[in-house]
C-alpha cells in the first residue's frame, strides 16, 4: 500500500469517527425535561446558557442544583 492509499484510508477512517461522534452527541442531547425547565429557564435568563435544549441529562441535573442554591439570582 502506497502513501497515498494510506492517506485515503486514514481519511475515511477519520470521516467515519466524525460521523460516529455527532451520533453519540445526538443520542446524549435531550429536550429539557419537566423536572429541569424552571431551572434551565432562570439559567437562560441569567445568560448562562445560551439554549435550554440540547443538553444532557448531568447538564440538567447540574442546573437543578445549582438553581436550588440559589446560583442564578440576580
Known amino acids: 500500500m502506497n502513501i497515498e492509499q494510506r492517506l485515503q484510508k486514514l481519511e475515511a477512517e477519520v470521516l467515519e469517527l ?32 445560551p439554549n435550554i435544549n440540547g443538553g444532557s441529562y448531568d447538564f440538567y441535573r447540574l442546573l437543578v442544583l445549582m438553581h436550588h442554591k440559589g446560583l442564578f439570582d440576580k
Open 18 to 49: 466524525k460521523y460516529k461522534n455527532k451520533v453519540i452527541w445526538r443520542e446524549l442531547s435531550m429536550d429539557t425535561p419537566e423536572w429541569a425547565y424552571d431551572a434551565a429557564k432562570a439559567a437562560e435568563d441569567a445568560g448562562l446558557v
